[in-house]
DNA sequence: GCTTGTGAAGAGATTCACAGCA
DNA sequence: TGCTGTGAATCTCTTCACAAGC
């Protein structure tokens, strides 16, 4: 099948799969079988050769995948060799582990600016990261060729953050405020929300630790 | 209505009705509609309606929902009112931003401690919370009633946490190292993978800018 | 009037199961 | 023989659209 259109569910587990066919790599392994990356990517195996037809990948029948073609082909499909510059907004104990966290630029997403009301913060840097007022970001985002906007401040302050971002010319937010952001429609917004990750394992435990409290 | 069997997806989003219905509460609203809900909450209100009979609620056809009455419902659906008490595991950047972060103690899951290997880091405090050594997990989760596992660690470190934490007991992990964890089925996982996010939002801005780039 | 609650329709994702091919 | 690629079936979630009821 070709590419011409990738459904979402699909495109949230490539970077699983690109990830665990970097481990097989690793491991020596020059093919691997859907039975196996299904196992490496903690999903099954039907679902790794659909998913990986969009792609218009070419496994052999009876053999199974190429280890090195399958990660040219989902990189590829991912955009990986693109790097797209990061500005970090707010840097509470949130936002300074992300600012710090490297992971980010081994995988194309360098920290290139953050942003903070703090004046004694701005004009410093911090673990390499130089810190701008709130004032700045439509001109750091011009000259940085800013792609993504994180969204760490404090949840009052979320959406003037958003705002300011869409403002300079931002269209990918990764927002980890409590808060809901209201954006226009061409601008992607995903919210990682660790109370809501919490809440929503809490009602799990609710559901199905107890068998039934008696009356 | 009948609370039977609540959706996986209506789950995810009932702290987000929670949360915005504080915020109307806060804003002394007294009543509110399911476009209003709809918009705090940032999804379409027929969703909202679907998902709140899912709890048998009872909202006055031609007038709304009454907002106390409703932030009763959800928080019971949720079960909002136990106290999960959580271990945080890996005190790098993100474990002691973790750790630090008191929104959590706010929602119900205090981080009563902290698991990592560095010895001078042992028998410490950070921001309050007692670092313990991995050897020591069983007995604090036993001793402190903990309920809930964050994985933190570097990925190389992340199964061998995850299986001590099932073997002390734990069935809930919030899991924010990049591996995929492999895990009895009782237990549940929910994973946060910051690169992987960072790559949907890749994915789309590579599909979305260029106007396919010219040959 | 206005807004809920819900069957029914629609869209999307997952899984099945097997034909096709090395 | 063994594993991929994929239509068809199934399941889940979303959206529609309207009857019910204050």
């Keep these: 099948?070709?590419?011409?259109?990738?459904?979402?569910a699909t495109v949230a587990r490539l970077p699983v799969y690109l990830r665990s066919l970097g481990e097989l790599?690793?491991?020596g392994a020059s093919t691997t079988s859907s039975d196996v990356l299904a196992?490496?990517?903690g999903v099954n195996a039907a679902k790794v050769r659909k998913d990986l037809s969009?792609?218009?990948t070419h496994g052999t029948r009876g053999v199974g995948y190429d280890v090195r073609h399958l990660v040219f082909e989902v990189s590829q499909a991912l955009g990986v060799a693109n790097t797209w510059p990061v500005v970090v907004c707010g840097l509470g104990n949130l936002g300074r582990a992300l600012a710090k966290h490297t992971g980010f630029t081994e995988r194309g997403f360098p920290v290139v600016a953050a942003i903070d009301v703090n004046p004694e913060l701005v004009g410093r840097t911090v673990d390499g990261v130089p810190v701008h007022p709130p004032a700045a970001l439509a001109?750091?985002?011009r000259t940085?060729?800013?792609?993504?906007?994180?969204?760490?401040?404090?949840?009052?302050?979320?959406?003037?953050?958003a705002d300011r971002l869409v403002a300079a010319g931002i269209r990918s937010i990764l927002d980890f405020?409590?808060?809901?952001?209201?954006?226009?429609?061409y601008v992607e917004v995903r919210a990682v929300d660790l109370s809501t990750e919490l809440q929503i394992?809490?009602?799990h435990l609710q559901r199905d630790l107890p068998p039934l409290p008696p009356v």
Tied chains: 1, 2.
């Design 139 to 141: 001109e750091i985002v």
């Design 54 to 56: 969009y792609l218009g």
């Design 144 to 161: 940085l060729g800013i792609a993504i906007g994180v969204v760490a401040t404090p949840s009052a302050a979320a959406q003037g953050t």
């Design 39 to 41: 196992e490496l990517a």
């Design 25 to 27: 790599a690793a491991s």
């Design 177 to 185: 405020s409590p808060a809901v952001l209201s954006v226009p429609h």
């Design 1 to 8: 099948m070709a590419s011409g259109h990738i459904p979402e």
């Design 201 to 203: 394992l809490g009602f």
